[in-house]
């Protein structure tokens, strides 16, 4: 993974401009994303979020006929990847250089719920990540970006902090 100056530069430009826009505009980084699922199939589910698409299925022991990976898959993708871009966004903004990066998302499950069994709610009853860093940089320094980029990790803050959900039903044809 070692990392060009030119690319920690890179980045460290994106940023910079990111920041300047949204302090010259409240609304800069402000929005409303959307990901749409329909189910194919089965449990096979297509995923669209602008140009890109995805597949989602329960393996074959659960109903599903494994064509992609499962919804949980998706939801450790995104913290593990959220993690590591923001580590490697906060190296290149402090100048700290990384010689690899990798992060391990672990979570420890009670799938009983979801098929009616069992007494507390479905999902993950604890996580982990574990982060393995490879850098030239003094150790207080990477120490220092690890903090500043957990702080401003959105799927971090998702994972520990319950979030406003709101269902809109169109039943028929029909709000409901």
């Known amino acids: ?25 409240d ?17 096979t589910c297509e995923i669209e979020d602008g140009q890109w698409t995805l ?26 990847s959220c993690l590591a871009v923001g580590y490697s966004m906060w190296a290149a903004d402090r100048g700290v250089s990384l010689t690899s990066l990798e992060v391990e998302v672990q979570a420890d499950y009670d799938a009983r719920p979801e098929y ?3 007494d507390g709610p479905p999902g993950y009853e604890a996580i982990r990540w574990i982060v393995r860093i490879e850098s030239p940089s003094p150790d207080e320094e990477v120490l220092e970006v690890l903090r500043i ?13 319950p979030q406003k959900a709101s269902r809109e039903l169109y039943l028929n044809g029909k709000e409901g």
């Open 27 to 43: 609304s800069v980084g402000r929005g409303t994303a959307r990901t749409r699922a329909r189910i194919r199939e089965g449990l």
């Open 55 to 80: 597949t989602a299925d329960m393996v074959e022991k659960a109903g599903g006929s494994g064509e992609g990976p499962d919804p949980g898959v998706y939801g450790r993708a995104a913290l593990a």
């Open 149 to 161: 980029a957990e702080a401003r990790s959105p799927y971090l803050a998702i994972f520990r902090s």
């Open 1 to 25: 993974m070692t990392e060009p100056a030119s690319s920690r530069e890179a980045i460290r430009t994106a940023i910079g401009r990111a920041r300047n826009a949204m302090g010259r505009l």
């Open 116 to 118: 009616g069994m069992g």
